[in-house]
């Protein structure tokens, strides 16, 4: 029979080797015979060289020959499973052939995966994601600016960037790292002059700002003015509000209170005033606090971490034009405008935050070593009562425990600290001669890898690997100093300990990395930039709108996790969190003031459970368009975790055509008609139309906008804003799944989609299970995967019960 | 692993001793014989394609008749090839876009569960001939740091997108003090890269073996990054080259997509004819917004979305004719006095095409490539097979021949092509 012919490729060899030698014979030839029937009656047909299907199984190996093999029979087992396969048209297998061939491929698929196991643990040892380097410097030093800049992106196959098999390793991040870890360490040792601690930015006093007082419009001015000390704005520009330039520079990287008074200026509805941080030379931009201000003065404050080559300004958004829709260039001078503005009183600068000098983070690099002014003040210089390299030796003491995450032997210390000993014997000085170890430990693989050390004998990992695993699961960080005691008295990986440790860590802030990295990568917010929508059809989309955006979903998860609710509220919740501006972009009353809370939703709201989230529209846009295609497989693979195949190849695909006479649902309608696209877009393209509801930037659309021909005007309402759209053909937002279920909207399909909470709940605990450990749901662990689901079913599957799971199962415990 | 020679001896092997970068110099050797003149590469990606119908001809060959497009290339007409039925195969992926990640690649279905980038045949050629400059190579990005050079295992170089960064890398002469701490900082870099393999070898006794996969690769990347801290000490010691030219002004707009691609574009000629560095790649990208140009009042990347409506085809149309005019005004710019008397254009092979063949349905098919410059044998539009693709590889691989670097092979090449 022709049906395995055993290929094997010259890089399988190893392991088929590997194998071989484990398990002198897996599968008895008998065994797969069942598998072997269903095959010649079922599929062969259909999956041989001749047919236009990715699968030939004339030319499939068995499942122990390759990795590929081995992946290609998990596809073809889960697709039986599901009844996917064999189509129903074709000839459908009794029960009894079906339920052999799935009973034996499944002995086999686990047999095989658990023998690679035994010989290679579940997970490899992988180095830190650039996010959790950054946030690993940021620990161990006490700093905070921008880290993961120097090494290059991860791998974006859609997986988390934990995961040890897509991690990349290249001459390329050897000098990142060298950069990332001297730029880190430039942070934390700050030896300049104590600095001012409060200064005021005097806009309207500012000799900088008067050149923009006086310029004419075309040359940038025009756009500001003076009211005695106030400075009124009416656009909040990066170029004059500057502080930079205004006087107001940091001269050392630290936290900064900013201290805002300010009102509304002549407004016929509220305003946001807003702080932007810019850099220049890192080519970056944020907007790091916005309020809401009404014609009452109003004093805010926000600390922030700014570097030296930072800059702020206050700025202004959602501000209407002039009633007569004059904007302000064409409205001069300044103070005749009658839009609306802000008007700013007071800008105040405390910082940085420190209790003594220099910072407490340069005293705790060096402990022993006192610190004072040199001669000419301008800056600190150590105090020695030790020698230089005994001084360095116990700065290497103090921080490489914390960066290994483990006891650190006197060898250890030893070694590194004699790094110094060629610097020190050169003269060069203490700071830059201790310089050189310290670098040395923050680019240690100790620090850089987590290593799956296990217990003497035993699968289990170390307490000190569990302890880091833990911390990097649910802090992204290095485990503080309890984790560490825990781990070297031994008892982290007492059940109750552990547990424990479980519900301290999620109370910690720090939790907040984890969920910031979680869900930027789960339900991909780090692309929420990847594409902008035209700011003629969609001018509410601005800074102020995308933050609150990114915070909704942020928050939601946060507090699922926080109240343990069920896992269903991931899709169909009767409350989210909102703030002002997000409120009025959903059309929902009564939330007042920028702080993002809890708001219980109407039963007839389009909203509740993420995808009715404004985040989820915007990342599954194409800039200004959306398409049910996107938004399909957007739910079908990080929801439901079911990602449908690629297309095949050279199939053409469908050109997108908006002159207005047919839209993309008809277009898609050739999807139904062809044969070989039906098959999988009767799943893709139903979820995509429920979403189809939602417009690029989230809000709930009865029409299309369309943009052709059209000049801006403005556009009455609860906020004025000028606009260039008409509303276009109506949005169409039924379907029918392929299970036949008939939807109107989003709710309906919604309500559709909750008879899959089991599948949503294996999803979310799947990847929860990846990012914890860095490991891919392999086919042998689909079992643990089972048994965790079953002993959640009762109450739900609720997501702090879900994250306790992982923690204690065989899979996080184990290599 | 292969440790490449280091410059040092290259540089000794090759009797040069003078002080470099003088063009003359490179191409006379100390016995007085002329060397040929070195080959070049400079490789332009426009991210969101080209409007086919306005700028592949109807009639192939060297009386083919000019396009709209290609009018604006009007003056160079005897200096490039226009290339049609050229692809990458397999590139459908995860986003459609994912295609900018294998354009210089080849690698298949970009961006799906185990996909890993293989080597960029910008970097392959600098692997080849980037030991004898200053910078092995230049990677350039008109917005962020996406690049499209990847280093043989799969990993971004970082590109560079501010020209005054680039620009005071290249040309400008740091303090004798700057000099001696970073001569410093490499040292100090040595020691402790050594340390840090003491400490994997110590890791790595303890480690199964079957769990030093990553450790493995991070030992052989140090060695990696020992050579090429090496070969930057080297260059140290030796002034960079002066040229005649103020720092230019970073362009912080992104809207202003003209004025940033142009920006990048003029300081190629500067580092070609410096020697700075023999192999370029430059990425347009898709995501500077509503570009600043007249009659153009939606997003670049929106407009690629066309949807076959004429009026945003129009207006598509403006933003690429922009694009071609730069590339139009760089070629100028490369036609320049060089070594032996030839022009810079003559030595300077550039690749300007994209990753996608028709933008509004993000098919990755039958791309707009242009090759002008490198004295090939140009005036020609040729047309291969629209529906089965001649693969693009198979151009890489004769353009890597014909700048005298030894490949059979490149990606997923079946042979060469004509050219």
């Avoid at chain 1, 680019?443 to 850089?448: N, R, V």
């Avoid at chain 1, 440790?501 to 939790?511: E, P, Y």
């Avoid at chain 2, 009797?15 to 191409?27: C, D, H, R």
Wanted: neutral net charge.
């Amino acid at each position: 029979m022709r049906l395995f012919r055993y290929l094997l490729r010259k890089y399988f060899v190893a392991w088929a080797y590997l194998l071989a030698t484990n398990m002198p014979c897996v599968h008895a030839e008998n065994d797969f015979h069942a598998v072997e029937n269903l095959v010649q009656t079922a599929c062969i047909s259909c999956h041989d060289a001749e047919t236009e299907t990715h699968l030939n199984l004339n030319a499939l190996d068995k499942p122990d020959v390759s990795p590929e093999a081995f992946q290609q029979w998990v596809l073809i087992f889960d697709r039986i499973q599901r009844r996917e396969m064999p189509p129903p048209d074709s000839f459908v297998p009794s029960d009894e052939a079906r339920h052999a061939a799935l009973s034996t491929l499944k002995k086999e698929l686990s047999q095989i995966n658990k023998q690679a196991r035994k010989q290679n643990g579940r997970v490899p040892s992988r180095r830190l994601s650039r996010r959790e380097y950054e946030h690993t410097l940021h620990d161990l030093l006490g700093i905070g600016g921008e880290i993961a800049k120097y090494l290059p992106p991860e791998d974006e196959s859609g997986a988390f960037d934990v995961v040890a098999t897509n991690q990349e390793m290249s001459s390329v991040h050897v000098k990142g790292f060298l950069k990332a870890a001297e730029a880190a360490l430039d942070e934390a040792i700050e030896l300049g002059p104590k600095p001012n601690m409060k200064r005021e930015l005097d806009y309207a006093n500012s000799r900088y700002m008067q050149m923009w007082f006086e310029r004419p419009v075309r040359r940038g001015g025009g756009t500001v003015f003076r009211d005695n000390d106030d400075l009124i704005m009416f656009r909040g520009e990066n170029y004059n509000l500057r502080s930079d330039a205004n006087g107001l520079r940091f001269s050392t990287p630290g936290r900064y209170r900013i201290t805002v008074t300010g009102s509304a200026y002549q407004p016929r509805s509220s305003v946001t005033m807003s702080l932007k941080r810019q850099n220049d030379i890192q080519g970056s931009s944020e907007l790091f606090a916005a309020w809401d201000v009404t014609e009452k003065m109003r004093t805010v404050s926000t600390i922030h971490y700014f570097r030296p080559d930072d800059y702020f300004y206050v700025s202004a958004d959602e501000l209407e034009p002039a009633p007569d829709g004059k904007v302000i260039y064409n409205s001069q001078p300044a103070s005749e405008f009658r839009g609306e503005g802000v008007r700013v009183r007071e800008v105040l600068v405390e910082g940085p935050l420190e209790t003594t000098w220099p910072p407490r983070r340069t005293r705790s690099l060096f402990p022993g070593v006192e610190w004072e002014p040199t001669v000419n003040k301008r800056s600190y210089r150590p105090v020695t009562t030790k020698s230089h390299y005994q001084h360095i030796r116990d700065a290497v003491a103090a921080i490489a425990p914390r960066a290994f995450r483990r006891p650190v032997t006197k060898k250890e210390i030893t070694d590194l600290a004699n790094l110094a000993i060629p610097s020190l014997k050169a003269q060069r000085g203490f700071l830059a001669s201790a310089r050189i170890p310290l670098t040395a430990i923050l680019i240690s693989p100790h620090t850089l890898f987590l290593t799956n050390d296990l217990q003497k004998n035993k699968s289990k990992l170390t307490d000190h690997a569990l302890a880091s695993r833990l911390s990097y699961f649910l802090w992204r960080s290095p485990p503080d100093e309890e984790l560490l005691r825990l781990a070297n008295e031994g008892r982290l990986s007492e059940p109750s300990t552990l547990s424990t440790q479980v519900d301290r860590l999620l109370a910690d802030k720090k939790n907040q990395l984890f969920i910031h990295d979680f869900t930027d990568q789960w339900f991909e917010l780090d692309q929420i930039d990847a594409t902008t929508p035209d700011i003629k059809l969609y001018p509410e989309y601005d800074d102020v709108l995308r933050r609150a955006m990114l915070a909704e979903t942020r928050e939601f998860f946060s507090y699922l996790l926080k109240e343990n609710l069920p896992i269903r509220n991931l899709i169909d919740s009767d409350f989210t969190f909102l703030n002002r501006r997000l409120a009025e972009h959903y059309d929902i009353k009564g939330v007042f003031g920028e702080t993002m809370r809890k708001v219980s939703l109407d039963a007839s709201s389009p909203r509740g459970g993420i995808l009715g989230h404004a985040s989820i529209a915007k990342v599954t846009a194409n800039g200004s368009v959306t398409t049910p295609v996107k938004r399909g497989n957007f739910i079908l693979t990080h929801v439901l975790g079911l990602p449908p195949n690629p297309p095949p190849p050279d199939i053409a695909t469908i050109e997108p055509d908006t002159r207005g006479t047919t839209t993309i649902r008809q277009m898609l309608l050739k999807h139904q008609s062809v044969e070989t696209c039906a098959r999988c877009h009767q799943h893709i393209d139903p979820p995509g139309f429920a979403m189809e509801g939602f417009d690029p930037v989230g809000t709930y659309r009865q029409h299309y906008r369309i943009g052709k021909n059209m000049k801006q005007s403005l556009q009455p309402g609860l906020r004025v804003k000028r606009v260039g759209y008409n509303l276009g053909p109506r949005v169409n937002t039924s379907g029918v799944t392929v299970e036949g279920d008939v939807f109107r909207n989003i709710r309906d399909y919604r309500n559709l989609l909750c008879e899959s909470t089991k599948q949503i709940a294996r999803n979310t605990l799947s990847q929860l299970i990846i990012f914890a450990t860095g490991g891919d749901i392999e086919f042998s662990d689909r079992d643990e995967v089972e048994r965790i689901l079953s002993a959640t079913q009762s109450d739900g599957y609720p997501l702090r019960s879900l994250v306790h799971h992982v923690v204690t199962s065989p899979l996080f415990r184990n290599q | 692993m292969q440790t490449p020679l280091s410059r040092r001896t290259a540089l000794k092997a090759s009797g040069i001793t003078v002080a470099l970068p003088l063009l003359e110099s490179m191409s006379i050797a100390v016995d007085g014989t002329q060397h040929p003149p070195p080959k070049r590469m400079v490789c332009i990606c426009n991210t969101l394609g080209l409007h086919a119908p306005s700028l592949f001809p109807t009639t192939t060959g060297s009386n083919y008749e000019s396009t709209e497009y290609l009018d604006i290339l009007q003056r160079h007409r005897k200096e490039f090839t226009l290339f049609a039925g050229l692809s990458h195969p397999d590139q459908v992926g995860k986003d459609p876009h994912d295609t900018e990640m294998t354009f210089l690649t080849s690698a298949r279905n970009p961006g799906l569960g185990g996909f890993r980038n293989t080597i960029s045949i910008d970097q392959f050629a600098a692997e080849k001939i980037g030991n004898v400059t200053r910078y092995p190579s230049v990677s350039l990005s008109s917005n962020r740091k996406k690049s499209q050079s990847f280093t043989r295992n799969g990993v971004m170089i970082p590109a560079d997108d501010m020209p005054s960064q680039v620009y005071t890398k290249l040309f400008l002469r740091g303090s004798q003090k700057e000099i001696r701490q970073q001569r410093q900082r490499l040292a100090d870099g040595h020691s402790i890269l050594d340390s840090v393999i003491e400490q994997i070898r110590s890791i790595e006794r303890t480690t199964p073996s079957t769990d030093k996969r990553q450790l493995e690769q991070y030992f052989d990347s140090i060695r990696v990054a020992e050579t090429e801290l090496n070969n930057s000490e080297v260059w140290l010691d030796r002034p960079k080259p002066s040229v005649q030219t103020v720092t230019p002004e970073n362009i912080a707009d992104p809207s202003d997509l003209v004025g940033r691609v142009r920006s990048l574009l003029n300081l190629i000629p500067l580092i070609l004819q410096t020697d700075s560095s023999r192999v370029i790649s430059v990425v347009i990208q898709s995501d500077h917004g509503t570009p600043n140009i007249d009659g153009v009042s939606d997003g670049h990347h929106p407009l690629s979305h066309h949807g076959r409506d004429p009026e945003r085809i129009a207006q598509l149309k403006i933003i690429e004719m922009e694009i071609l005019t730069c590339l139009s005004d760089f070629l100028d710019g490369l036609k320049q006095p060089s070594e032996n008397g030839s022009d810079l254009l003559e030595q300077t092979s550039v690749l300007f095409g994209s990753n996608l063949g028709n933008a509004n349905a993000h098919d990755p098919r039958n791309l707009p490539i242009i090759l002008a410059g490198g004295k090939h044998k140009h005036g020609r539009f040729i047309q291969h097979n629209k529906k089965d693709n001649v693969p693009l590889c198979n151009l890489f691989v004769s353009l890597l021949q014909s700048m005298g670097i030894e490949a059979d092979r490149f990606g997923s090449s079946t042979g060469t092509i004509d050219m």
